[in-house]
């Protein structure tokens, strides 16, 4: 169980490391990049705190997303346990707010779909590593032998 939720860590991290280095540099990719600068536009059109009166710079907002991918993603691979926890809580907020932000779009179902799957991967991901603190921390009980049993 923890080599395989390693290896499901590594490529979640990996993945999001990629993702955010897309999103902040121009050098991977200039069709790519181009396109992120679009999308980020739309995207802070819809950013969640609108209503409270507060829309990001999209360039900003996606070199913040960028940031937080890369170094979360990073965190998720070669952090310490409790930085892998919260490494995981802040990719699953941001697939949240992901997800949030293409329903506000009223984007088609297929663009869900990257964010669905590494939210499921991520809550999977922290689901099963408290099962295992859960079990690691649980006492072994010894068995009474049956000599000393009341009946």
């Known amino acids: 169980m923890a080599l395989l939720l390693a290896t499901l860590r590594v490529l979640l991290g990996g993945f999001f490391v990629l993702t955010g280095a897309a999103k902040l540099s121009e050098q991977i990719s200039a069709p790519v990049s181009e396109q992120m600068k679009a999308l980020f536009v739309q995207f802070a059109e819809v950013f969640p705190l609108k209503v409270f009166g507060y829309q990001p710079d999209p360039m900003s907002y996606q070199a913040t997303v960028g940031w937080l991918e890369l170094l979360a993603g990073l965190l998720l691979v070669v952090g310490s346990p409790i930085l892998q926890e919260i490494s995981n809580l802040l990719l699953t907020l941001l697939m949240i707010g992901a997800i949030f932000t293409l329903v506000s ?19 999977l991901l922290d689901t099963c590593q408290f099962a295992v603190q859960t079990q690691e921390a649980r006492p072994t009980r010894k068995k009474t032998p049956a000599i000393f049993e009341e009946s």
């Not at 779009?105 to 809550?123: D, F, H, K, M």
């Open 105 to 123: 779009l009223n984007e088609s179902l297929s663009t869900y779909i990257p964010a669905i799957v590494c939210l499921s991967l991520l809550i």
